[in-house]
């Protein structure tokens, strides 16, 4: 499983090999940054819009102007796409259902896919019960290409029922085997699950930061070299052991 360690600081991007970077970071700056050596990955901020907001504030055309902006500032390998989580605390920020998300989630994406050419745009699956990403799945239809990168949404804030997480991932599986998978803020509790991380092309995490932040003891939660080593513990854990299902679902190379 490839892991983008999310990153506070853009300028410290090269000290880890793979790092997620938010365009909340990135407003506002001009020059380029150091970036890490495997590749990053680019986040709308779609949390923080909806939860803080309740909508974006910025359109299709502004975000994907600032994506073509930063594809040529190292490895940029996906920049995700301005989803909308249906979680139930955000549903009542915005109001809406979960799907009138998935609607809005592939209007946003298609608006997007549009006006960039130079980098991935990154799909993002959308639900909460598991019959809804199979259906999210069915109403992006071709736009799904066979083997295509996808991200995994509304799964950041239940990391502490993992089981609700892979069934999640279960159920997307089983409607397209090829699909390779990017889970969203996760933590350890789902990243140590071994059925998961091996349905699992990649993921992101900041809970470094959190853990640093939460311990204390002279621990600083906007420190490298926090992120570093949480890096460290996750990419390098020992993989999985796939169950006999589990190797039918392995993500196409």
């Known amino acids: ?47 923080t819009e909806l939860h803080q907001h309740g909508r974006y504030r910025a359109s299709p055309e502004d975000y994907a102007a600032e994506v073509r902006r930063w594809a040529g500032c190292g ?20 109001g809406l259902s979960v799907a009138a998300h998935q609607r809005l989630t592939i209007e946003r994406y298609d608006a997007i896919r549009a006006l960039v050419h130079t980098a991935h745009i990154l799909p993002v699956l959308q639900g909460y019960l598991p019959e809804q990403y199979a259906a999210h799945i ?14 995994v949404g509304s799964v950041c804030k239940r990391n502490a029922n993992v089981r609700d997480i892979a069934a999640v991932l279960r ?15 996760l933590k350890t509790t789902a ?15 900041m809970a470094w930061s959190y853990a640093a932040r939460r311990e204390g003891r002279g621990r600083a939660a906007n420190d490298w070299r926090e992120a ?26």
């Not at 490895?75 to 915005?94: G, H, K, N, V, W």
């Not at 159920?171 to 803020?185: E, S």
């Not at 990243?191 to 995490?205: G, K, N, T, Y």
């Open 1 to 47: 499983m490839e892991f983008y360690v999310g990153m506070h600081h853009p300028s410290d991007a090269a000290r880890v090999p793979r790092c997620m970077v938010s365009i909340k970071r990135l407003a506002g700056r001009r020059s380029d940054f150091p970036t890490p050596p495997a590749g990053w990955m680019l986040d709308s901020g779609a949390f």
């Open 75 to 94: 490895r940029l390998l996906a920049a995700s796409s301005q989803d909308y989580m249906c979680e139930p605390f955000i549903l009542a920020r915005t």
């Open 138 to 151: 069915a109403q992006y239809g071709e736009r799904l290409r066979p083997g295509m990168w996808v991200g």
């Open 171 to 185: 159920t997307i599986r089983a409607a397209r085997p090829d699909l390779r998978l990017h889970g969203f803020g």
């Open 191 to 205: 990243l140590d699950a071994p059925e998961v991380r091996a349905m699992l092309h990649s993921a992101d995490s």
């Open 228 to 253: 570093l080593a949480f890096y460290d513990r996750v990419a390098h854990a020992r993989p999985a052991t796939p169950t006999p299902m589990e190797e039918l679902w392995k993500p196409a190379a």
